[in-house]
C-alpha cells in the first residue's frame, strides 16, 4: 500500500460540494473506501451499496486527489454516452470547477475541459462509455473508474483491465457499483476480496453488528434472527383488501445478531448508529488484491420507507413481476442478483383451474386472443385476465386451417378491435415474426395488433418508463405496391426474455393461490407445446460465468408464444406494473 498525503484531509481542503466545504463527518462511509481506493496500487478497490449515497461522490473524488498529486492517463466509464452525459452536466463538471487547487492545472483553452476530456498539465481524465468498443481497446491507461459496472455485458470488464497492463505495479481500478449480477466478472471478485461489510455498535450489548436485511438459512435451514424485523405485509391487509401501511411502517426495527434484541425506528437513530460505523472485513485470509466494501440502503433511507419498497417489490412477485424485487435486491441491498432463485427452470407441467374451454370469464376481466401464424394455418389463444388479482383464465386454445373461428371468438366475448381511423382500443395480436408483411396486412385488414418479439431489454415510454414492450408503431401494411397508404397496421415489438420469464414465474405461483390456469379439457398439445422451453445454465466463454438461458426443447411452441404474448398483453393493461423508472 503505498503512503501518500491523507485524501480525506485533502479533500477538506479543497472540495466544495452543495453544503460548502467537504466534511468527513457528513459522509462517514466515504472515508474508508477513498482512503484505500488511493492507496492501492497494482488492484482493485470496489465500493458495492445502494444508490444515492456515497459511490460517485466517491469516485469523483478519488479521480480528482489523484489527478492532483500524481498525473497521469485516467478514464471514467460509464455503460452509455447518455449516463457519461449527465455524470458530466450535473456532477463532475462542477465539483471540478469548484475545486481551484485542481482547476488550476487545467490549460486554459477549449480542448482542457470538455465532456469527453478534462487534460491536466501532465496527464488526463477521459469521459468514456464502456459499451463503444475502441474505448475498451484504446490506448494504455494507468487508472480507471467502471461506475456501475454491474451493468456491463460480459467480457468488458477484461477488455478495459487489459489497456492497464502497462502499469503492472501503479494501475488503480476503482469499482463503485450497485449489486452484481450472481456468476458474473464483477461477483467474482467478491469471492477473493476483503469482504469488508458496514457494521454498527449495538446499543443494547456493545458488539459490532453487520449491518445486513437478513441471514441466510443455517445447515438446518432455521433462519437466525438479526437485521430488518417487521410484521408479515400480508398480515396488514384489510378486510376490504387495501394495504395498512401505517401498521407495517410502525413495526419496523433492526434486530441485533448478537443480544437479539429490537433497536425500534425513530427520527435520529441512523446519525448515532451511523457515527458507531466502520467496515469490518470477513475474509481476513484474503490476499488484499481486491478490497471491497459493501453496505446497503439501511444506513440512509428511513427503515419504513425500506420495508414499504420490499412489500410492494413481493406483492409485485407474487403477481409475477420480478423488476422491483430485483431493483430492490440491486440498488438498495446492493446485494448479488439471481433471477433463477425465483424463476424455476421449468413451470409445473400441468395448472388446471377447475373449468372447461369456452367457459365465460367473470364479469369486468379483459379478455385477448392472440394468435401465431403459420405457412397455411393459425394457433390462437383467447385468456381473460382480473385487472386486479392478476388472474387469468383460458378461454380458447385451438389450430385453425382459417381465421373464421377466431373471428367468432372476437365476437363470442365482445373482444374490441381498431376502427377504420386506427382509433379505439384493441385486444387482437397477430405474431409478426414470421412472415411479417402478410401478418401486417392482415392485422390492418381487421382492426387487430402486431407483435414483434426481439432480445431488446426493455423499451423507454414518453412518461421515463421502461417497459418490456415499445409504444405503438404504425406501418404502412402495402409499402412497396400499388395500393401504398390504403391501410396501416399497428405495431408493438416486445421484449421476448422478460416475456418467457414472467409466464414461467405467473405459472409457478400457487400460494396463496394458484394465479394462471387453464382449461381442465385442454388437449395434449396444448400442454406439450406450453413446456417446449425451458431454462438451463450455460457457462459463457468469456469470463467463466455462469448465466441461465432460454432453451427450446421440442420443435412445436405455438401455444407457448401465444401465451408469452398474453403476458405482453397483460403488461399492457397495468397488471404487471412499471418495469423501472428513469426520472
Same mark, same amino acid.
Given at each position: ?20 466545504? +467537504? ?46 498529486? #500524481? ?79 454491474? &451493468? ?64 441466510? #438459512? ?142 365465460d370469464p367473470p364479469e369486468g376481466w379483459f379478455t385477448f386472443i392472440t394468435i401465431d401464424v403459420q405457412q397455411d394455418h393459425y394457433y390462437f389463444v383467447a385468456r381473460a385476465w ?18 373464421e373461428p377466431i373471428h367468432e371468438a372476437v365476437k363470442r366475448w365482445a373482444i374490441p378491435t381498431l376502427d377504420p381511423d386506427m382509433a379505439g382500443n384493441c385486444r387482437v395480436f ?13 392485422? #390492418? ?22 417497459? %418490456? ?72 466463454? &468469456? ?15 405455438? +401455444?407457448?408464444?401465444?401465451?408469452? %404474448? ?5 403488461? %399492457? ?11
Open positions: 500500500m503505498l503512503r501518500i498525503k491523507d485524501p480525506v484531509a485533502w479533500c477538506e481542503k479543497h472540495i466544495a460540494l452543495d453544503y460548502g466545504k +467537504f466534511d468527513r463527518r457528513k459522509h462517514p462511509w466515504l472515508v474508508g473506501p477513498l482512503r484505500i481506493a488511493c492507496e492501492k496500487r497494482g488492484g482493485i478497490t470496489v465500493l458495492c451499496g445502494s444508490v444515492q449515497f456515497i459511490k460517485t461522490l466517491t469516485a469523483q473524488l478519488f479521480l480528482i486527489f489523484m489527478a492532483f498529486i #500524481a498525473p497521469g492517463r485516467s478514464a471514467y466509464y460509464d455503460r452509455s454516452l447518455d449516463a457519461i452525459d449527465d455524470f458530466y452536466n450535473l456532477k463532475f463538471s462542477s465539483l471540478v470547477k469548484e475545486a481551484l487547487a485542481f482547476f488550476r492545472i487545467i490549460p486554459n483553452d477549449r480542448s482542457g475541459f470538455t465532456k469527453e476530456r478534462i487534460k491536466t498539465v501532465y496527464g488526463s481524465i477521459l469521459l468514456l462509455s464502456a459499451a463503444v468498443l475502441s474505448n475498451r481497446n484504446s490506448k494504455t491507461l494507468e487508472r480507471v473508474v467502471l461506475d456501475e459496472a454491474w &451493468s456491463y455485458d460480459p467480457g468488458w470488464m477484461k477488455q478495459i483491465f487489459d489497456r492497464l497492463t502497462s502499469y503492472p505495479w501503479s494501475r488503480q481500478v476503482f469499482i463503485p457499483s450497485s449489486g452484481p449480477t450472481e456468476g458474473s466478472e464483477l461477483h467474482e471478485l467478491y469471492a477473493e476480496s476483503t469482504q469488508r461489510w458496514a457494521h454498527w455498535e449495538c446499543p443494547c450489548c456493545g458488539e459490532m453488528m453487520q449491518v445486513r436485511w437478513s441471514w441466510p #438459512a443455517d445447515e438446518n435451514g432455521e433462519v437466525p434472527r438479526g437485521g430488518m424485523e417487521f410484521r408479515d405485509p400480508k398480515s396488514c391487509i384489510r378486510p376490504d383488501g387495501t394495504m395498512d401501511w401505517q401498521a407495517l411502517r410502525s413495526s419496523v426495527g433492526y434486530v441485533c445478531e448478537h443480544c437479539e434484541k429490537k433497536i425500534d425506528w425513530y427520527d435520529g437513530v441512523l446519525v448515532r448508529l451511523n457515527d458507531t460505523g466502520r467496515y469490518i472485513s470477513l475474509n481476513p485470509d484474503s490476499d488484499g488484491r481486491v478490497e471491497w466494501f459493501q453496505y446497503n440502503a439501511i444506513l440512509h433511507v428511513p427503515w419504513p420507507d425500506l420495508v414499504e419498497l420490499w412489500a410492494k417489490a413481493i406483492f409485485a412477485k407474487d403477481r409475477g413481476n420480478l423488476e422491483l424485487l430485483e431493483n430492490f435486491v440491486r440498488k438498495q441491498l446492493g446485494e448479488s442478483w439471481s433471477e433463477h432463485r425465483y424463476i424455476p427452470s421449468a413451470a409445473p407441467e400441468r395448472a388446471a383451474g377447475g373449468y372447461k374451454l369456452g367457459e382480473d385487472q386486479v388479482t392478476a388472474e387469468s383464465r383460458l378461454l380458447a386454445c385451438e389450430r385453425v386451417l382459417t381465421l397477430l405474431d409478426g415474426n414470421y412472415n411479417t408483411d402478410n401478418v401486417r396486412r392482415l392485422a #390492418a385488414s381487421y382492426g387487430w395488433a402486431v407483435f414483434i418479439g426481439d432480445t431488446e431489454k426493455t423499451y423507454l415510454h414518453e412518461d421515463k418508463v421502461r417497459r %418490456m414492450y415499445a409504444p405503438a408503431r404504425f406501418i404502412d401494411a402495402w409499402e412497396g405496391t400499388t395500393s401504398q397508404g390504403s391501410r396501416y397496421a399497428m405495431e408493438f415489438p416486445y421484449s421476448e426474455p422478460p416475456a418467457r420469464n414472467r409466464l414461467v414465474t405467473l405459472r409457478s405461483i400457487g400460494d396463496p393461490k394458484r394465479l394462471w390456469t387453464h382449461a381442465d379439457d385442454v388437449p395434449k398439445t396444448y400442454i406439450d407445446q406450453l413446456n417446449s422451453w425451458v431454462r438451463r445454465s450455460k457457462t459463457r466463454n &468469456s469470463d467463466n460465468s455462469l448465466v441461465w438461458e432460454w432453451y427450446r426443447a421440442k420443435d412445436d411452441d405455438h +401455444f407457448f408464444d401465444c401465451e408469452k %404474448m398474453q403476458v405482453v398483453c397483460a403488461s %399492457m393493461l397495468g397488471i404487471f406494473g412499471e418495469q423501472y423508472s428513469e426520472s
